[in-house]
Structure formats: C-alpha cells, structure tokens
C-alpha cells in the first residue's frame, strides 16, 4: 500500500474513533442523572438583574431569531426568559426575524405560558399577559419602523388581532416605550439590533447567541451597548441557576446538558494532550535515532 | 437607451442615498414621516426578496435535475418537500384533510415538528463531532505560536464548563480560577482582536456603500464594474 492511501486510512480511522467516543460520551452523560454546580457569569447575572429590577406590567421585548438548528442552545434561554417575566408580572413581547422558526417559536410561548399558569397560578391569555407579533421581514429596516411605530410595523399579532387596541400594549407606541429588549440570535441580528435598535431608540439590551458567537459580543458589553448576554447552553444554564433561587424547577434542559458538557470538553481536551504527548515522544524518538545513527 | 438602463437607476440611488443620510440631521416631523415612510417601503421590498429567493432557490434545483448533474436526485426531495408543506398549509388554513382540528395539531405542524426541526438540528449537532476532530488534529504544539494557541484554547474549553470549578477547587482551593483566567483571555487579547476586526468591517463597509451612493460599485445593476 502506498504512503497517502495509508495516512488516508489512518486519518479516517481516527476520525471514527473520535465520533464514536464523543458520541458515547454524549449520550452516557446525558442518560446518567448527575447535577453540577457552578456559578453564573457576570454577563448572565447583568441580564437577570436588568429583567428581575423590572416593575410589574413592565415590557420586554423577545426576539427570537433562530431556527431549529440552533434550538438546541437557544430554546432553554426562551424558555426561561419567558418563565422569569412571567414570575415578575412583566408583559413579553416576542417577534422573530426569522421565519423558519415561527412555529417552533409559538410552541414555545404555548408552553412557557402553560408551564407558568400551572406553577404560579394564574392563567397567561395572549393579548393581554404576554403578546406574540410573529414574523415580518426586512431585518434592520422592520427594527427602524418598530422605532418609529411599532403598531404600524405590526398591524396584526400572530394570530390576526388587532395591535392598535391590544390591552398587553397599553403605552406602547415605539421601541421607545420598550423598558428592556433580549434579541436570542443565531445570526448577526445582535448587531442589528444594537444599530439599528437601542443606539438610536435608547432601550437597553441584552443578547442570547449560540456558544460560537458569544465571543462577538464581548466588544458591545465592554462599550455598555449591551447589557449582558448569555453564550450558548452554558449561558441558559447560568440564567436557569440564578432563576431557581425563587423557582426551583427553572433548572431544566440546559442545567441537565451541563455535565453532558463539561464531559466532552474534558474528552477533546485529554484527546488534544494526548496528541502533543504523542508528537513531543515521536520527537524525541527521531532526535535520538538520529544522534544514534550520527 | 443609456438614461434607461444605467444613469437613471444610479441617480435614483444616489437621491434617496443622499435624502436618507441627510434626514438623520434634520430634527423636522417631515424628516420623520419620509424616514418612516422609507421604511415601510424597505419591508415591502424586503417581501419581494423572499419571492426571488424561493424562485433562485427552485430555479437552481431544476437546473439540476434537467441537466442531471452529480446529486440531482437530492433536488427532487426540494420539490417534493416544499410542494407537501404548501398543500398542507394551505389546506383548510393547515389543519389538512385528517388532522385533529381541536387539538391544534396541523399537518404542517407534524411535518414541521418531526421533520425539520430533527433535521436540522441533526445537522447543526454534527458540529460537535467535526470540531473535535479537527481540534485532534489542528491543536498541535509545533512551534510556540501553536503552543500558546493550544493554551489558550484548553483554557478557554476548561473555564466554560461547570467541571473546571471542581477541577479548580481540588487544585488551588477556589473555585473561579479557570473561569477568572478564561475571562483574561476573552476580556482582553479576544477583545483587542474582535474590536480590530469590528472597525475594519464598519470601515469597509462605509467605504463600500460610499462607492454604490457615488455610482462607482455597479455590480448590484447586474453588470459588473
């Protein structure tokens, strides 16, 4: 066999011994019924403290810009926004650039708002605790007409009722009226929003984004454009934590895929110093038969 | 001729480029009502977009299957899934001909529920594996820039994940040094990169939308420089 054909084979046989065992550590640790503790960041415990200071009746706009291949991340983070507004008697208003996950979006609203009418023992009613404005499009320009009439931006709710007499947007007129906005973002939405949004309408913001983003936002939480923001599952991990203080049954998917986490951190990180232990040894072995052969 | 296909269409660009740039200094309620007016306009046009996206999109695939290149099979499945999931929206305002009604499940929600969101998210969780294979392989300590480079990622791997508190109390007695070293690496030399990388894309592209409002960048007329 020649050399390329076999470094080939070599390398897919790698390939497959690294699937199969970050596969099998996956499922293991998410089958296993183990808990971690850990503290939230600062970024997660900025954005909770901005939704928890918040009077009663106060409103809070959702975006919920992703689909439902970043679900996994950023549904837990949806979720427990939701349940934390709908603790503290605040009015969320939830919108999506992103048309591919408006029915995944409603299901979401319908059992967050489910979930929180059966644990804090009130019914929430569309329209009048919580509003869902569905989609429109065209990105930073639907975010400059919500600036400048949110009720002619959206004429109509999700479900066809009319915005303009919508008791749950009493005083609503622009993004100006808005006391706190969360974009949960799997593109550059963010960006967008803080543009677009709350540089020129002055509302503070918070982000949600995938793991692999949250390092963008790092620049716009030091320059005070954005409040705080949760990074992938570990970020909704940290918001569910800090909300089971007062709701204990906050911690749910995303506190369980922790340890599911940190185990395949640990796998590609023994896997990675295990390579360099092989290529330093490998190394040393070539000096040695060289200085031999010297 | 010329006026029709090229110069009018750049000065129409460049009028309203101008009116939209001028209108932010102007604190007048006329400035106002034009800006919202623009965009309403904007989000009509942006409706239109998605009407040429879905006519690119299926446009492409039948272009495939006609001319049967490598994979076309895979083209007849756009067809077949996007003609199903209009039949079945539109029908009966997406209840279908069977579903239940009263329980709010549509067939447009089982197709979307057990098809696309698995799917996708399938796809999107394959991620997982491929990075930690190309980690395996990429993170390798050749020369010093590699090496530090391969610190700072384990750093970085090790602070974002609840075990490094364990791992940080067993070690140096508190638990946030990990997460405290992972926030230096981010804070600040990710940050000072990230922040470089930001003003080189604001400056490119104010430079870019300079060249289109002065008719230099012509590309979008479909014609090229």
């Known amino acids: 066999m020649d050399a390329p054909r076999a470094d080939m084979r070599k390398l897919n046989l790698t390939r497959w011994v690294i699937y199969l065992l970050v596969g099998a550590v996956v499922v293991l640790f998410c089958a296993l019924p183990l808990e971690q503790e850990f503290e939230a960041s600062k970024d997660v415990k900025a954005v909770f403290n901005r939704v928890d200071a918040l009077e009663p009746g106060a409103h809070v706009l959702l975006a919920f810009d992703y689909d439902p291949a970043s679900e996994a991340e950023l549904k837990p983070m949806s979720r427990v926004l939701l349940l934390h507004c709908f603790q503290k008697k605040l009015i969320p208003i939830v919108m999506t650039h992103w048309s591919n996950g408006l029915t995944m979006d409603k299901g979401i609203i319908d059992n967050a708002a489910a979930e929180a009418a059966k644990e804090f023992g009130r019914p929430f009613q569309s329209g009048r605790d919580y509003v869902f404005l569905g989609f429109r499009p065209a990105g930073s320009n639907l975010i400059l007409n919500m600036g400048e009439n949110l009720k002619s931006a959206f004429d109509k709710d999700f479900y066809g009722q009319p915005t303009r007499a919508m008791p749950a947007l009493q005083g609503v007129n622009s993004l100006k009226d808005i006391d706190l906005a969360v974009d949960f973002a799997a593109g550059a939405t963010p960006q967008m929003w803080i543009a677009y949004g709350s540089d020129r309408f002055g509302f503070p913001l918070g982000v949600g984004t995938t793991a692999v983003q949250a390092p963008d936002m790092i620049p716009f939480v030091q320059s005070n454009q954005l409040v705080g923001y949760l990074g992938g599952l570990r970020g909704a991990a940290d918001y569910e934590a800090l909300l089971a203080q007062s709701y204990p049954k906050a911690k749910a998917y995303a506190t369980r895929g922790m340890v599911a986490q940190s185990a395949t951190h640990v796998l590609l990180i023994l896997l990675i110093v295990g390579a360099n232990i092989r290529l330093i040894v490998g190394r040393l072995n070539r000096k040695q038969k060289g200085r031999s052969h010297g | ?225």
Request: charged share 15%.
């Open chain 2, 1 to 225: 001729m010329f006026l029709k296909k090229a110069t009018l269409p750049l000065l129409i660009v460049f009028g309203m480029g101008l009116l939209a740039f001028a209108q932010e200094f102007v604190p007048h309620p006329l400035s106002g009502d034009f800006r919202e007016e623009m965009t309403t306009w904007f989000r009509i046009i942006g409706g239109f977009a998605m009407f040429i996206g879905a006519y690119s999109l299926l446009h492409l695939h039948v272009t495939r299957i006609r001319r049967q290149m490598a994979g076309w099979g895979y083209s007849v499945f756009v067809f077949l899934g996007a003609a199903a999931m209009i039949v079945v929206g539109l029908w009966n305002d997406g209840v279908g001909p069977l579903a239940d009604a009263e329980e709010g499940k549509t067939w447009f929600d089982w197709g979307y529920y057990f098809i696309q969101v698995p799917c996708s998210a399938t796809i999107f969780s394959i991620l997982a594996f491929f990075m930690a294979s190309a980690a395996f392989r990429t993170f390798r300590a050749k020369n010093l820039a590699a090496a530090l480079l391969l610190i700072a990622a384990v750093i970085v791997m090790l602070g974002l994940v609840p075990v490094s508190e364990t791992v940080s109390k067993a070690l140096f007695g508190d638990r946030q040094v990990f997460a405290r070293a992972k926030d230096i690496l981010m804070d600040y030399p990710n940050l000072a990169a990230k922040r470089g990388i930001l003003l080189g894309i604001s400056l490119g592209a104010i430079s870019q939308s300079l060249r289109i409002l002065f008719g230099i960048e012509r590309s979008y007329l479909g014609g090229g420089d």
